[in-house]
């Protein structure tokens, strides 16, 4: 091994972060847009668009992480190179709204934002402002080789402290060592994964919806936003049916459930679902301080399409599959073993991942992020009404349930490629979750 | 089981909550329902999983009503009385 002296402008990516790259070159290859995602913050009142260009700018500028790339070093470890050139400016478009519009309508137009390209490959983040009729949206769109999930939320919070005069980054790191000692270690939590894998493996692949013909389908979204009363009779719900804190095994069985039904609308008779959960198994305070880069790991539950339809077999199914992959600490192994994979490139990675499951990587993706990362009651001076995600899935699947909490709000979203649902569907998806989580 | 029993397994427990959140073990109350402290689905089956390394028990299947698990006090009860 050759050790190279650290250098301010590298970033070694972890295993996690490789896989993420595998998932943006498939998803590219299959849509012509990456694995992107976006978060909405929406506010009261209008946000002026040049005051939060210039706020933002001068904020991005500290930051110029933001505006890396992919590299390999000499000991083929891949990096994140971080460009030291401070003049490029952040993408901010505004569109005026004119106040009746309904959510829906709002939602079609943050879809443009999620799903346009960004204009470079050192641009990894976007911003745009919807505004008028006493409220406003501010989405940033965020490629996910920057960002998770919640790490977008804990950047919003940081630029936000700034806005409030607490600076808060003080903690942060972005350093990361290159993992390149202990094989051995790598190796045994690869031979694990390995076995967890083929446990999941069936003769038959995973059912599956078909990906629309063409390569420039963009991402739908429907949202279900559920009041702080109303989340809390969901939680009850789960703690009654599900048990005490089994609120992540509740909507994941929830969302088998419903999209069962669509699958079952659709004549499939063969094959299980598989499914990946991403999870952060972070502590709060290590989000402030790993604000960049992905910090999950997944579990893989395999539900049996029997089950799908007989809820309480459905969530013993899922609570057990859950307290087993802790017990084996399978997320753990999976954050060692990718390690090993950052040598194989993107392409040859992406076939590898589809082995297992004969073509495929999952019958559909979800995730569940609880406490969110951005503290503060306000967006700039604006009091926010909610925050949510709009993320698009990798593809294949091209389709994912997604449960995410704000202070304000519990949010389901259902996201997908468009053209693999019809609008029928979608809404009978999102009804059929509300009847699971018990809030018709 | 006799009170000690008892007071021995609660001190454990809030050592691994404490471990679990990265909190103060001083800031882990025996009575704060342990969602208000902020444990989670993943945090909790991280919990139940140690009991069973360290207490030989399985509660996973147990039902996990709140009434049992809601507070590292009650949760100790239902260990102790499963041992």
């Given at each position: 091994?050759?050790?190279l002296?650290?250098?301010r402008?590298?970033?070694?990516?972890?295993?996690?972060?490789w896989?993420?790259?595998?998932?943006?070159?498939?998803?590219?290859?299959?849509?012509?847009?990456?694995?992107?995602?976006?978060?909405?913050?929406?506010?009261?009142?209008?946000?002026?668009?040049?005051?939060?260009?210039?706020?933002?700018?001068?904020?991005?500028?500290?930051?110029?992480?933001?505006?890396?790339?992919?590299?390999?070093?000499?000991?083929?470890?891949?990096?994140?190179?971080?460009?030291?050139?401070?003049?490029?400016?952040?993408?901010?478009?505004?569109?005026?709204?004119?106040?009746?519009?309904?959510?829906?309508?709002?939602?079609?137009?943050l879809?443009?934002?999620?799903?346009?390209?960004?204009?470079?490959?050192?641009?990894?983040?976007?911003?745009?402002?919807?505004?008028?009729?006493?409220?406003?949206?501010?989405?940033?769109?965020?490629?996910?080789?920057?960002?998770?999930?919640r790490?977008?939320?804990?950047?919003?919070?940081?630029?936000?402290?700034?806005?409030?005069?607490?600076?808060?980054?003080?903690?942060?790191?972005?350093?990361?060592?290159?993992?390149?000692?202990?094989?051995?270690?790598?190796?045994?939590?690869?031979?694990?994964?390995?076995?967890?894998f083929?446990?999941?493996?069936?003769r038959?692949?995973?059912?599956?919806?078909?990906?629309?013909?063409?390569?420039?389908?963009?991402?739908?979204?429907?949202?279900?936003?559920?009041?702080?009363?109303?989340?809390?009779?969901?939680?009850?719900?789960?703690?009654?049916?599900?048990?005490?804190?089994?609120?992540?095994p509740?909507?994941?069985s929830?969302?088998?459930?419903?999209?069962?039904?669509?699958?079952?609308?659709?004549?499939?008779?063969?094959?299980?679902?598989?499914?990946?959960?991403?999870?952060?198994?972070?502590?709060?305070?290590?989000?402030?301080?790993?604000?960049?880069?992905?910090?999950?790991?997944?579990?893989?539950?395999?539900?049996?399409?029997?089950?799908?339809?007989?809820?309480?077999?459905?969530?013993?199914?899922?609570?057990?599959?859950?307290?087993?992959?802790?017990?084996?600490?399978?997320?753990?192994?999976?954050?060692?073993?990718?390690?090993?994979?950052?040598?194989?490139?993107?392409?040859?990675?992406?076939?590898?991942?589809?082995?297992?499951?004969?073509?495929?990587?999952a019958s559909?993706?979800?995730?569940?992020?609880?406490?969110?990362?951005?503290?503060?009651?306000?967006?700039?001076?604006?009091?926010?009404?909610?925050?949510?995600?709009?993320?698009?899935?990798?593809?294949?699947?091209?389709?994912?349930?997604?449960?995410?909490?704000?202070?304000?709000?519990?949010?389901?979203?259902?996201?997908?490629?468009?053209?693999?649902?019809?609008?029928e569907?979608?809404?009978?998806?999102?009804?059929?979750?509300?009847?699971?989580?018990?809030?018709? | 089981?006799?009170?000690?029993?008892?007071?021995?397994?609660?001190?454990?427990?809030?050592?691994?909550?404490?471990?679990?959140?990265?909190?103060?073990?001083?800031?882990?109350?025996?009575?704060?329902?342990?969602?208000?402290?902020?444990?989670?689905?993943?945090?909790?089956?991280?919990?139940?999983?140690?009991?069973?390394?360290?207490?030989?028990?399985?509660?996973?299947?147990?039902?996990?009503?709140?009434?049992?698990?809601?507070?590292?006090?009650?949760?100790?009860?239902?260990?102790?009385?499963?041992?």
């Open positions: 091994m050759i050790a002296p650290y250098s402008n590298k970033r070694y990516l972890t295993g996690i972060d896989i993420v790259h595998v998932l943006n070159y498939m998803t590219m290859r299959e849509t012509g847009a990456g694995f992107m995602s976006q978060v909405v913050i929406e506010v009261a009142g209008d946000l002026n668009a040049f005051v939060v260009d210039n706020v933002l700018n001068t904020f991005i500028k500290k930051h110029p992480i933001v505006n890396g790339c992919f590299s390999r070093d000499i000991n083929l470890a891949p990096y994140w190179k971080i460009s030291l050139d401070k003049k490029s400016e952040i993408s901010l478009d505004t569109m005026t709204l004119k106040g009746d519009e309904s959510f829906d309508v709002i939602i079609n137009s879809e443009k934002g999620i799903n346009t390209l960004f204009n470079n490959k050192k641009e990894h983040i976007a911003f745009h402002i919807l505004t008028g009729g006493g409220k406003s949206y501010i989405a940033m769109t965020f490629d996910h080789l920057l960002f998770d999930a790490n977008a939320e804990a950047f919003l919070n940081m630029f936000q402290k700034g806005w409030e005069g607490v600076e808060d980054s003080g903690n942060m790191t972005i350093t990361e060592p290159a993992h390149l000692s202990m094989w051995m270690d790598k190796f045994k939590a690869g031979q694990r994964v390995n076995r967890a083929l446990q999941i493996a069936d038959i692949p995973p059912r599956v919806l078909p990906l629309p013909p063409g390569k420039k389908n963009g991402f739908k979204f429907k949202i279900l936003s559920f009041s702080r009363k109303v989340a809390e009779a969901i939680t009850e719900n789960a703690f009654n049916q599900a048990g005490y804190l089994m609120l992540m509740y909507a994941l929830a969302s088998v459930s419903a999209l069962h039904e669509i699958f079952a609308g659709r004549g499939f008779a063969s094959g299980n679902y598989v499914i990946p959960v991403s999870i952060d198994t972070r502590k709060k305070e290590e989000v402030k301080r790993q604000v960049f880069f992905n910090n999950v790991s997944f579990f893989i539950f395999k539900v049996e399409a029997a089950l799908a339809d007989k809820f309480p077999e459905l969530l013993k199914s899922v609570k057990e599959q859950m307290y087993n992959q802790v017990k084996a600490d399978l997320p753990g192994d999976i954050c060692k073993a990718s390690l090993l994979m950052r040598i194989a490139p993107l392409p040859l990675l992406g076939s590898l991942m589809k082995i297992y499951l004969k073509g495929q990587i559909f993706s979800f995730s569940y992020v609880g406490e969110t990362a951005y503290e503060s009651s306000c967006f700039m001076d604006n009091k926010i009404i909610n925050i949510f995600h709009m993320p698009r899935v990798p593809v294949p699947p091209g389709i994912g349930i997604f449960f995410q909490q704000s202070k304000e709000s519990l949010n389901v979203i259902l996201s997908y490629l468009d053209g693999m649902l019809t609008d569907e979608s809404g009978k998806i999102l009804n059929l979750l509300k009847s699971r989580l018990g809030v018709e | 089981m006799d009170q000690e029993s008892y007071k021995v397994i609660e001190e454990s427990l809030i050592r691994e909550v404490a471990a679990i959140l990265s909190m103060d073990q001083g800031s882990v109350g025996p009575e704060v329902p342990l969602h208000e402290m902020g444990l989670d689905s993943l945090g909790f089956v991280e919990l139940l999983v140690i009991i069973e390394n360290k207490f030989k028990i399985k509660l996973m299947e147990s039902g996990l009503t709140k009434n049992d698990f809601r507070t590292i006090r009650s949760l100790s009860s239902k260990i102790g009385a499963m041992k």
